[in-house]
C-alpha cells in the first residue's frame, strides 16, 4: 500500500499552475490569456476562466439564425468594444444590421463593418484573413455549412490574436467534431429566456442546461421590419482585398454610414 500525502501532490499542482491546458478530470480549465464577462453571472460560472475567452473560436450552435444570437452576445459586445475598441465584424449575418439598434448597444458603430459572403468557403476566408492580421477585433460569422478543416484552420489563426470569435452554427453541427474548444448550443425557451447547453468546453462536463434571461425586447430593435432607412452599408466578400484586410486591420479603413 502507499500512502497518498499533501507533499506528494505538489509536482502535479505545480504542473496544472504552469500549464492551463492540463487540468483534472473533475474541474474546469484555468486560462493565462483574457476573458470577457458574459454579462450572465450563472454562464460565466461554467465558462472557462469565468467568462468568453479571448483567442480562441466559440461555436454557437441554433436551430435558427437571428433568433437568440444577440441576446446571448450583447453584454459582451458592448464590454469588449468599451475596452478594446476594436473593429466589429460581421460576416454573412442573417439579417440585416441596423444601426439605430447598434448604437442602442453602445458599439463603435463607425467602427463595424458588414461583409456579404453567400458561400461557405468565402466565410471562412474572410474570417481566417481577418483574425491573421488583425490585433483587436470583435468577430462574428454565421456559417450554416463548415468543414471540420475550415474551423481548425480559424483556431489556429486564433490563437495567436487578441480578437474574440464567435461562430454561428446550426445546432445539428453539435453531431461533428470541431476545433473549437468551447462550443454551446442556444435555445429560445421562453419570452425573453434562452436555454443554454454546455456542449464542450476544457473541463468536466455539465450535466445540466442554464437558463438565461436575455436581453429585455430580445433582438426587435438590431434587425428592421422594413428596409432600414439607417443601413450599414455592406461589402461583398470579393471586395476584401489584402489592403483592405490591413486598413480594417490597423483601424484605417471606414466605409460610409448614412448618419440619422
Known sequence: ????SPASHRPLQDLLQRVPAVWPADAVATRSSNVVSSGFAALDAVLP?????????????????????WSVLSPAAKAFSTDHAPRVVMIGPPNEPYLPGLRRMDLPVDRVHWVVANKPAERAWVAEQLVKCSSAML????????RADQIRRLQVCAQSSSSLIFVFRPELA???????????????????????SIHKRRGA??????????????????????KPAVPVEPMHATEVTSDVVGRMASNEAHFELVSE
Open 1 to 4: 500500500m502507499y500512502s497518498s
Open 49 to 69: 476562466g469565468g467568462g468568453w475567452p479571448v483567442g480562441d473560436v466559440i461555436e454557437l450552435l441554433t436551430p435558427q439564425f437571428g433568433v437568440v444570437d
Open 139 to 146: 468577430l462574428m460569422v454565421w456559417m450554416s455549412h463548415a
Open 174 to 196: 453539435a453531431r461533428e467534431s470541431s476545433a473549437s474548444p468551447l462550443r454551446l448550443v442556444l435555445r429560445p425557451k421562453a419570452v425573453n429566456q434562452i436555454e443554454v
Open 205 to 226: 462536463p455539465v450535466p445540466e442546461p442554464l437558463v438565461l434571461q436575455s436581453v429585455s425586447g430580445g433582438i426587435d430593435h438590431l434587425v428592421a421590419r422594413i
